[in-house]
């Protein structure tokens, strides 16, 4: 079983590759990353979370459910704005408040490799934009408005990093 990549660890900042192949092997990444997202009570989880660089991201429907979402991309962004208290589990006990597009498009793959479009608002548009980041290597802190919870964690977390640049 995967274990969650928390930051600093680089393969958050990368950006994912795109996902090739269509086969088992993925079905069965997208079921063990399910998994994890929901031992870890997490509502999205994207494949650098679990140290896979590839596009690819799965979002909980609630009672062990799950939707894939493979090499998304967002086509559409609304000009109308939403701020939500986010967190991740690649950054456990932080929370910041983060503006986000409130309606998004987007396009991507299912599992069988067959091309789907939606348009998603509220919630759903701000967890895929959240997803969606991961796999360009972006952290919701780097968009965060205000730290809410947890700056102290995040300063030794930043600190660590630094000292290791030297």
Do not use: W
């Not at 701000?126 to 997803?131: A, S, T």
């Amino acid at each position: 079983m995967f274990k969650i990549a928390k930051y600093p660890n680089p393969v958050l900042r990368k950006t994912a590759k795109l996902v090739g192949d269509f086969n088992d092997d993925l079905k069965k990444l997208a079921d063990n990353m399910a998994k994890v997202m929901y031992e870890d009570d997490g509502i999205g989880l994207a494949a650098p979370q679990v140290s896979k660089s590839l596009r690819l991201i799965v979002v909980g429907l609630g009672y062990g459910e799950y939707k894939t979402y493979v090499n998304p991309d967002i086509t559409f962004f609304s000009k109308e704005k939403t701020t939500t208290d986010e967190g991740c589990l690649s950054l456990p006990k932080i929370f910041a408040n983060v503006i986000r597009p409130k309606k998004i498009h987007i396009k991507y793959y299912n599992l069988d490799g067959e091309l789907q479009k939606e348009k998603l608002k509220g919630m759903d548009a701000v967890i895929l934009q959240h997803e969606v980041d991961h796999l360009n290597g972006i952290l919701f802190i780097d968009r965060a408005e205000k730290i809410n919870q947890g700056q102290e964690i995040l300063d030794s977390l930043k600190k660590q990093l630094d000292d290791k640049a030297k």
